[in-house]
């Protein structure tokens, strides 16, 4: 006789199986990247699977991981997007090093990344997961919430918490800081 864990098991196969096709095809058509697409529809099944008894379906199963899919989808753009942006601000850098950068500008900006990081450091964890979460990985706040399982005002909160503290930190900087955005 199977228990109940059991039968979870092989009803989630099946759900697996019987969707992973399709939720991939629709992944690819927006990533446009088989392996990311792969990525994003295991990530949605190991969420499903991790949330099994806590989520809460209101639409039909099928739209739910559509959703789910759309959603990481979005979520996997914007980080590629914050990444390339990130790139484009090093390769900016590096350009103007070999350009001939004043040395002591060079060691301006390595003493703001130096103490940035530093401030980051000081900050309380779940301040400084949040702040990451958002400027980093390029979240919003409602997904940050939900993958934190907090509520929204609590991100928003930590968020205020954590640019307050950061700028307070680096506020000798302000002019190296307005120099190098202004450049971009």
């Known amino acids: ?5 059991d039968k979870a098991i092989i ?22 990247d088989e392996k990311l697409a792969e990525e994003i529809v295991q990530q949605v099944f190991c969420r499903l699977w991790e949330k099994w008894s806590a989520i809460a379906v209101h639409t039909s199963l099928n739209a739910y991981l559509y959703k789910a899919v759309h959603n990481e989808c979005l979520q996997q753009q914007r980080r590629k997007k914050h990444q390339t942006r990130y790139q484009s601000h090093v390769i900016w850098q590096e350009k103007q090093a070999r350009a ?4 002591s500008e ?4 390595k003493e703001l990344e130096g103490r940035f990081y530093q401030a980051l450091e ?3 964890g779940q301040c400084r997961l949040i702040f990451q979460l958002h400027r980093f990985a390029g979240m919003k706040y409602p ?6 399982d907090i509520s929204l005002k609590t991100v928003e909160s930590q968020m205020t918490k954590a640019l307050k503290r950061l700028r307070t930190s680096l506020a000798e900087f302000l002019p190296l800081l307005i120099l190098l955005l202004w450049h971009h």
């Open 143 to 148: 997904e940050i919430a939900r993958q934190l």
């Open 122 to 124: 000081r900050l309380p």
């Open 106 to 109: 060079r060691l301006d900006q």
């Open 11 to 32: 009803s989630f196969e099946d759900l697996f199986r019987t969707y992973f096709q399709s939720l991939y095809a629709y992944a690819f058509l927006t990533v446009r």
């Open 100 to 103: 001939g950068d004043p040395s």
């Open 1 to 5: 006789m199977a228990s109940p864990k």
